[in-house]
């Protein structure tokens, strides 16, 4: 027990943990909405030719249709588990010493904690709906148009920013209660909030639930983000002629 106790604490030495929704259709109606126009029908070439009041409305309704595409995709049954590029990973402490558990009979519990922690993102992230078109209400005229021709994630930086914070208080209990019904969740953060104190473990990956909220998060935020800089990276492959209007100019 010394011995294994010993490999579990030097395997909590670790380095800081270094999200795609379809914009095309909620752009097309709101931007559409927000012209006057049908989309596909020609309009003043440049930002400029859409006034500010046009750009808050059709931004508002654009950001709140990709928030709950965002949040419907990920917060189901399997919405990270079952795709690998989302899958949250055991913390990479547990990650080094993975074979070690397995050879000495911990494989299962370390499967049980991969399912526990992406079955307790998956429960948290629906918590990210009523933040995310809270915020998109709260933007201003000046918001909107520095979203429109900021940088190629500028929509999700707005989010990030205003939703954030609320976000970690909210995913944590969530996240607690779910994971803590495994041992090694317990057992993980008993030896990591130790380490924490002197700082051999990065603070948001003190707890359990400390790390699955940050991935959860930033997975959510990544998926929002792969779209928004493709559409803005390639206006001409947006899909729809308002999109190719309307990030063309920008571009």
């Known amino acids: 027990m010394k011995n294994g106790a010993i490999l579990f604490v030097a395997g909590l030495i670790l380095t800081p ?36 009041a046009d750009i808050n409305a059709g931004l508002k309704e654009a950001l709140t249709r990709g928030a709950d595409s965002a949040v419907a995709q990920l917060g189901v049954k399997d919405g990270f588990y079952g795709n690998p590029a989302l899958k949250i990973p055991l913390p990479q402490s547990l990650q080094k010493i993975d074979k070690a558990m397995r050879m000495f009979g911990m494989g299962k519990q370390a499967d049980e904690l991969v399912l526990a922690m992406n079955r307790a993102a998956e429960a948290a992230v629906p918590q990210a709906k009523t933040l995310l078109v809270d915020a998109v209400k709260s933007m201003s005229v000046e918001d909107a148009r520095g979203i ?34 495994t041992s090694l969740a317990q057992q993980y953060n008993r030896y990591a909030g130790q380490a924490a104190q002197f700082n051999l473990v990065d603070q948001n990956q003190a707890s359990v639930e400390q790390y699955v909220t940050r991935e959860s998060l930033d997975r959510l935020y990544r998926l929002i983000g792969e779209k928004e800089q493709a559409i803005r990276a390639n206006p001409m492959q947006a899909g729809s002629d308002l999109l190719r209007q309307v990030f063309g100019a920008v571009k």
Do not use: C, H, Y
Not at 36 to 43: D, E, H, K, L, S
């Open 17 to 52: 943990p270094a999200m795609a929704f379809d914009w095309s259709g909620a752009l097309k109606e709101a931007m559409g909405k927000a012209t006057g126009q049908p989309a596909g029908t020609p309009a003043s070439s440049g930002v400029d030719a859409l006034s500010n």
């Open 148 to 181: 429109l021709t900021g940088g190629s994630t500028s929509a999700t930086d707005f989010f990030r920013a205003k939703t954030e914070a609320q976000l970690t208080e909210r995913f944590g209990p969530i996240v607690k209660g779910i994971t803590d019904k």
